[in-house]
């Protein structure tokens, strides 16, 4: 069995949607459905069982799981950067990975897991996922910072080398609609355009970036799970490596692509950024690819005008939006 925790969410619900089209499905949900609509991931899915996120930490730490575990890909987490509950994020992001790697380590099951983007802080520090580096970052929000312990708690426990962990950095595509005000700026554009006709971005407070051009790298829901299916497939490489394109692109551009996509005219207006955010914000990030390319990894991330294409004219406008 492949356990995938965070199985209805965004991304992990996309892997699963991988492994069903690689032949699998030979897997377990773990997740906590609750009240949201993340449940609507799971309709098209094909899996053998489905646990919630308390039962299956308390088989792991009583160590009664009851079926044979081949590999864990560990997606579950409070992904939300405004969280303030730090202790709530301690509890599910931290503690819980831990428990959960400890576990398959010990039993010599593979194990990949969700690092993030956000552990970069303000990126004065850079983007680079050489080790060295890793240990020095300085994230800027608490669901960063949830992120940075546990990639610490991968090098202190020496783990490094058997463990893959992927810092996601802007990832966008089918089955995050149940995200609310942490959806991509895709998504929230393309209901702006169909509601408006325009798209509100928010102003720069930065003299050295103009109002549009703050800068992410944006990376497509597929082409992650390729990466994930990629090391799933090839046990011995292990260590903490960046997911994204390697090339930033500006909010603009991003926005500029939903447009082309429904095929209406460019029409943005620029709007104050909240002052609550105003520290935390990123005005550049750009994965350094070069320690996943090194390594061999064969996927070849597809252009931001070719990936919001296929989103918006596949998903967004279908009647079928899931993957």
Known sequence: MIVVTGGAGFIGSAIVWKLNMEGHDDIIIVDNLGTS????????????GYFHKN??????????????????????????????????????NYRYSCSVAEWAVKKDIRFIYASSAATYGD????????????????????YGYSKQLFDLWIFRMGLADRVAGLK?????????????????????????????????????HRQDFQDGEQMRDFVYVKDCVDVVWWFLRNNGINGIFNLGTGRARTWKDLVSAVFTAMERERNIEFIDMPESIRDQYQYFTEANMGKLMSRGCPVVFRSLEETVSDYVGNYLLSSRPHL
């Open 37 to 48: 609509d993340k449940w609507k991931n799971l309709v098209p899915r094909r899996y053998a």
């Open 55 to 92: 039962q299956f930490i308390e088989m792991i730490r009583n160590d009664t799981v009851p079926f044979d575990v081949t590999a864990v890909i560990h997606m579950g987490a409070c992904s939300s950067t405004t969280e303030r509950n730090a202790d709530y994020l301690m509890d599910n």
């Open 123 to 142: 990126g004065t520090l850079g983007f680079s996922d050489d080790d060295t580096v890793t240990t020095t970052l300085y994230p800027i929000n608490m």
């Open 168 to 204: 996601f950095f802007n990832v966008f595509g089918p089955n995050e609609y149940h995200k609310s005000d942490m959806r991509s700026v895709v998504h929230k554009s393309f209901e702006q355009i169909r509601d408006t006709g325009k798209v509100r971005l928010f102003k720069s």
